[in-house]
């Protein structure tokens, strides 16, 4: 079982949410975090809140969309800790389209939020965790990135690649001693999922999601996804005829 404890830890994503929920818990790991979001009034009280619980603690405002805000963010968390021992990279937008209406401005801001602000993480760290041969990143993903919901393309979309380029840097960084951890949740209540007005099924308090990711972190699982029965769901989903999928998505 790894011991966080001590661990610096750079964690996107942090103010709301499983972020925020996953601060808390890190910092009764006594982790060394760099919170960033881009509320950093927010991080900033929050830090207040974790101080005595956890080691080193900072908040980095960093609007992941932003190529240099990430680049200054990530050489502050260094300067600050010394060195990064793991990336949580928990940022993430859901923006409901209706398709009479589409608007690729919404779709560009999903994208550089849940895809490319990742990128631009792994952009400052991979080459350092290469260096130093050790390191682990874990990346949100989704239970929705097999199939392509209605209303939900450009976030399915996004999680899709998200699931697709974790799996390629799991194994391109492998040799590198590097883990790369891939987080699928299901319906988490957030202020995200807070939003949606479909139904949710199996849809799970923010503080258990959090505990789940948590142990699965701790325990080095390559892929951490949860509830069961979305999970087992979305296998299915994944291997039934298209034309009967698509039936079934009508009624969303």
Known sequence: ????????????????????????????????????????????????????????????????????????AVKEAKEFFGAVDMLIYNSGVSIPQSLKKFDSSSAEETFKTNVTGFFYFCEELIPVMIANQKGIIAGVSSLADGRGFPGSGTYCASKAAMTIFLESLRSGLKKYGIKVITIKPGFVKTPMTDKNNFKMPFIMPVEKAAEIILNGIKKEKRIIQFPLRTAIGSKLLRIIPNSIFEMMAKSY
């Open 1 to 72: 079982m790894l011991s966080l404890k001590n661990k610096n830890i750079i964690l996107a994503g942090a103010s709301s949410g499983i972020g925020l929920e996953l601060a808390k818990l890190l910092a009764k790991e006594n982790s060394n975090l760099a919170l960033l979001s881009r509320r950093k009034e927010v991080m900033d009280e929050q830090a207040k809140d974790f101080e005595n619980l956890s080691g080193k603690i900072i908040s980095i405002k960093c609007d992941v969309r932003k190529k240099q805000e990430v680049s200054s």
